[in-house]
């Protein structure tokens, strides 16, 4: 039997461009003879949807176009991810469902029994948890249908769940595992996704046909890598990352195709990868073309540039050099270089007359007082306004170019330098920032040698560095992983050999921020724990603050 | 028995204040004889005390502070709500939890069985749900112990839950309920409320001393009205709304103990309190004293400025007006008005030097392009600029005037008039700024009434109005509150009698502003459905858009 595996980049709500790109697959696994194709979980309304799951009108466009895609399974198969209405008046008032459409009708429907309810995943406010399980009987085989999640509890090891799917599916001695997937790329969840994948093959026995969304959804980033593992845990097929694919398997050759075992590429290359994809979908999605950015001098925003320049052309991005009465020459200088390395345009637009207008109407009021943190963040916002006018102008988007170590220390001016439609780098920590600066600049000079080696400053007051006030970035990248990926509190720091007087101070600045974050366009997610909708924290709450 | 509520005020994570109030209150129970004392939900961290309860240090603190308040039991009872780890491997980590303390001691748990999951709350992310039910015996009476939502499944009617705790706790015949809850305000929570624990006595024939917390976090406000109910159905005790109080209510009294029946406050004044504390509380708990915000001589500013004058003290707010080219001396003299009528501070700063400081700077970018969209955002942006130099350098928070009606169709500037660290009205539609302010004129003019009489304009270019760009208000309110709060979709609301186009324009601005929505400042919830941490959207969704 052939079965395709149909990785695709969904629209969240987007069901006339969801159905035609699902129809599209559907015809072409047919013309290349697939019996079954495979799409991935919850792809007629795009993952995640979201509170939209709350309105009737939502459910009811998703099961018109389970309707219509429907009429095109005459001859083939297919494996749909959609939401249906929860027929019993007990539970939450969905399922999260794969249809098994054949023959022009819904022959099967699989509910997902383990809804991933922590960090960026809210599954259980949505949908009630299947607890019947019935393996389908097609052309000879015996399919067992998982939804995400239920692949990610293997023998009932998961202290998560006190239902194991597999556990009960492999009684009725299936052929196969078919996995509908809608699984966010951070830069361990590949090698996290194929353990699990060969724990479950291995476990039962038989081999897995999994299919994952690929395509970012404003924080979420999906990275593909569908696959095909067989009973003996090797890499049948492999789809690619971070972009669409549609692939045949020839089932009865799973067991004995192995690929030859890749080399996973290195995470800095994924990040850059997951990065461009991040930027590129939220400016399609959103119908925008054109991004604008402030190019400091600096390594946050060249990197940004870069990646900007890479996901969107170099003809569509525009970068304004905003120097200020404390921006030394060479910053100029440098992002000046960036930009003819690039070959991307640039103005610059000196804010010292707009700055100066402000001191004056503040004079009366501010009279005589020291300059102070007031005056530095009137620079960022300056540079904000003039930012926000061409983007209103001449339709540009703007990036955001705050990194990670900045976003947790609150290292950054509201509405300054943290206004923006799209953080690009707020979940890529400042020594990071350098890695994927290295890797562009890998076959040559890219980003100018200078931005890579000069301390950073953020040049609001004479001779300013950001070790002024705050750790050395490595130290403080450090602490941070610790506290915010890893959960680890003061004693366990302070145990890691790190000065307690030094972790207090950033653990305070971590929390003291969350007003500020708040207020912080979306992040994409790069890692196990970004900031975003997988981190909720009280902004008056007073813990270690 | 004396069984004294503690109705108490706490704060997310303060440890120390917590456990002295607790303390407090205790001691203050037990030298007014009361046998017992209640407290309310998770009162050792506060509600909700969200993604901090991920960190083991922070569950930690809750125990040592619970080993410190037992020891003030040694003749009194006292039940207390504090988080605390699964001690099974399989779950979630925690259980919510009411620990009875007695005789220096933990004498019993009950955990909480219902979590709920939906709108703000995200209990399933942290808590396993209890499965055994055990009613404690103390005293010669059998008490019921449960938190918060256990007690919204009456005999099992509520489709969201399978189990009901009082359906297994009546099996054990206790003397009465016992509810320890966080219970949100919004405008139909409180009537909700009294329903809801009316139901239990009338359904299990107990009475139910019922005690939630106060006061606000964030955006959540805590309303308090913690109540001691018959088992007729009548009312023994009632605490205040919005306020601290401990009550000791007598049990042997309670059955022939009524209350005249009260007749509940118009949700105006609800509204208005509610308001009034949710300023307070984020000013208090975050350790802010003064508050500014731009004052433009329309409703939204005025009504604010009255509700933080209310909460904060005259003295302790400060009025900026900003007017520009384009401003009305009518609109500046109306707000000279009210604060002279509220005896407040104000400065009077024109921002049209620092607008066409911008102007000049933007020219050769700009060059003859016509006035727009740009030009009416920098002026916004200007005195967001000026507003947040005065809070930087003086150490004035900036109140947010945005109303829900402008939140909903992205009426405002984002870095602008959407600036502040509180959106004050940011769940209040348009149409009810008129009914508060007209509830703070209820015993003459505050406001002064040409302020409420003119048609609301943003003042951004010559004789503008909102009119010109939206709907009239009362329509659009509507359109919005069966869109947002209801969830009806768009056949549902031309089936009300809206016209279609319309609507689909409506409801495009809505779901179009999701972006903008996303960086606005925290808002105080007093609807069943706000903005915020309840209404989580897609912001590259194309629902609707």
New interface residues.
């Given amino acids: 039997m052939k079965i395709a595996l149909a990785q695709l980049n969904y629209?969240?709500?987007?069901f006339e461009?969801n159905t035609q790109k699902i129809i599209a697959a559907i015809l072409n696994a047919e013309r290349q003879n697939a019996e079954l194709v495979v799409f991935s979980e919850l792809c007629i309304c795009?993952y995640?949807?979201?509170?939209?799951l709350?309105?009737?009108?939502?459910i009811?466009?998703c099961t018109n176009a389970l309707n219509e895609i429907a009429k095109h399974t005459l001859k083939i198969a297919a494996l749909v991810g959609c939401p249906r209405k929860n027929p019993e008046?007990?539970?939450?008032d969905l399922y999260n469902s794969a249809f098994f459409l054949y023959q022009g009708e819904v022959k099967h429907i699989t509910d997902k029994t383990l809804l991933p309810?922590?960090d960026i995943f809210?599954e259980?406010?949505y949908f009630e948890p299947n607890k019947k399980f019935e393996a389908i009987n097609f052309k000879g085989q015996k399919l067992a249908i998982t939804i995400c999640e239920d692949i990610w509890n293997v023998g009932n090891d998961n202290?998560?769940y006190?239902i194991c799917p597999m556990d009960e599916l492999i009684k009725q001695s299936p052929d196969m595992i078919i996995n509908l997937s809608a699984s966010p790329f951070s830069y361990t969840q590949h090698e996290d996704r194929l353990k699990v994948i060969r724990a479950n093959v291995s476990q039962y026995n038989v081999p897995m046909v999994y299919v994952n969304q690929v395509g970012a959804?404003?924080e979420l980033i999906f990275d593909g890598g569908s696959v095909v593992v067989n009973e003996k845990g090797e890499i049948a097929e492999q789809l690619p990352f971070f972009s669409e694919e549609l692939r045949i398997a020839e089932v009865e050759e799973i067991r004995n195709s192995k690929l030859e075992t890749q080399n996973s590429k290195p995470q800095v290359e994924l990040i850059y990868s997951a990065l461009v994809l991040g930027i590129h979908?939220?400016f399609s999605?959103?119908g925008f073309k054109k991004a604008i950015l402030g190019l400091s001098g600096g390594i946050d925003s060249a990197l940004v540039l870069c990646l900007a320049v890479e996901a969107l052309g170099k003809e569509n991005v525009m970068s304004l050099l905003l120097p200020s009465g404390f921006s030394t020459e060479h910053s100029l200088a440098d992002a000046k270089k960036l930009c003819e390395n690039l070959g991307t345009k640039y103005?610059t637009?000196?804010?010292e007359?707009?700055f100066q207008?402000?001191i004056?109407?503040?004079h009366p009021?501010?009279k005589d007082?020291p300059f102070?943190?007031?005056e530095e963040?009137?620079q960022a916002?300056?540079r904000?306004?003039?930012l926000?006018?061409?983007s209103?102008?001449f339709g540009y988007i703007l990036l955001n170019t705050t990194n990670k170590s900045e976003a947790a220390v609150g290292y950054g001016t509201?509405?300054g330098d943290m206004?923006g439609?799209l953080a690009v780098l707020g979940d890529v920590y400042k020594t990071q920032v350098y890695e994927i600066a290295n890797y562009i600049n890998r076959n040559g000079e890219v980003i100018p040698l200078d931005i890579i080696s000069k301390a950073p400053s953020a040049e609001l007051r004479p001779n300013q560095k950001d070790s002024d006030s705050l750790p050395e970035y490595d130290v403080l990248d450090k602490i941070l992983f610790q506290y915010i990926e890893k959960?680890?509190?003061?004693?366990?720091l302070v145990a890691m050999g790190f000065e307690k007087k030094l972790v207090d101070r950033v653990l305070k600045m971590v929390n003291g921020s969350e007003?500020k974050r708040?207020?912080?366009?979306?992040i994409l997610r790069v890692s196990p724990k970004a900031f975003g909708?997988g981190?909720?924290?009280?902004?008056?709450?007073?813990?270690?603050?």
């Fill in positions: 629209h969240v709500g987007n461009a795009g995640p949807a979201r509170d939209f709350e309105f009737d009108d939502f009811a466009q008046k007990q539970g939450k309810t922590y809210d259980y406010r202290p998560l006190t959804q404003t979908d939220y999605k959103l103005e637009v000196p804010i007359n707009n207008s402000f004056q109407t503040l009021f501010f007082l102070n943190v007031a963040n009137l916002r300056v904000g306004v003039l926000m006018a061409f209103n102008k509201l509405y206004c439609g959960r680890q509190g003061p004693k366990e007003w708040n207020q912080a366009p979306p909708m981190r909720r924290m009280n902004i008056e709450g007073k813990y270690l603050g």
